[in-house]
């Protein structure tokens, strides 16, 4: 069974230029999360749905950042325009949340996109 | 806020021996907690989850769990090389929080032969 899709694996872009990076959950799960992750601030959490519904995008950290998670199988993050501050590598993760009881949100983690602006 | 703490290391171990990694939290609320292994250039990969106080053993992997004390730890018996990497501790909200995981720094583990 496939895991979490992420593309592209690796983004080399000028500053200003605009960036798509695409995630592909785990088919049945209904919760998607976006993280950055840098050595500096270690993996922060940008922006979570559930059931394609954006739930919580305090982490998002600009307006040029937006995500979208248009239906079950698919989202995107996109940061327009990039700036060398948000060279990082970006991963998604997928779980399945119950609708009621345990928050047991085990995440399974995409391989990532490690993002580079000059 | 919630914190999820824990020491950045390198924790070195000799190959063979256990290796304790720990991991404390603030939200006294918390009900699930997770042990991810991230090698370096790779994603986290979930090894462990507890939700009970005590242990739960899956191989060489012990986690421990004490909610009165608000921490929990991750052994790993016989240390390989192999499992030289940073795990990361990532901790959920209880009842009526949200679903969405605190993960700490992440603690750096050298097993060298």
């Known amino acids: 069974d496939a895991g979490v899709i992420q593309s592209p694996r690796h983004e080399v872009t000028e500053m200003g230029q605009e960036v798509t990076l695409r995630c592909k959950p785990i088919?049945?799960?209904?919760?998607l999360f976006w993280y950055r992750q840098t050595m500096m601030r270690g993996l922060e959490l940008l922006i979570y749905?559930?059931?394609?519904?954006?739930?919580?995008d305090s982490g998002m950290p600009e307006d040029r950042f937006s995500a979208k998670m248009p239906n079950a199988s698919f989202s995107t993050l996109k940061i327009q325009p990039s700036e060398p501050r948000d060279s990082a590598v970006y991963f998604c993760a997928s779980s399945f949340s119950p609708a009621s009881g345990r928050s047991y949100n085990e995440q399974f983690f995409g391989p990532g996109t490690r993002l580079t602006v000059l | 806020q919630k914190e999820v703490e824990q020491n950045s290391g390198p924790l070195s171990v000799p190959e063979g021996a256990i290796a304790s990694l720990n991991c404390t939290y603030s939200?006294?609320?918390?009900?699930?907690f997770f042990w991810y292994r991230q090698y370096s250039g790779k994603s986290p990969e979930l090894i462990m989850s507890?939700?009970?106080?005590g242990d739960k053993e899956d191989g060489r992997f012990t986690a421990q769990l004490n909610k009165a004390s608000q921490y929990v730890s991750l052994l790993i018996r016989d240390s390989q090389p192999s499992d030289s990497a940073t795990y990361l501790c990532a901790v959920t909200a209880g009842l009526g929080g949200s679903y969405i995981p605190t993960f700490g720094r992440g603690t750096s583990l050298i097993v060298h032969p």
């Open positions: 939200d006294r609320g918390s009900q699930s």
């Open positions: 507890i939700y009970s106080n």
């Open positions: 749905f559930n059931n394609n519904v954006p739930i919580d």
């Open positions: 088919s049945g799960h209904n919760s």
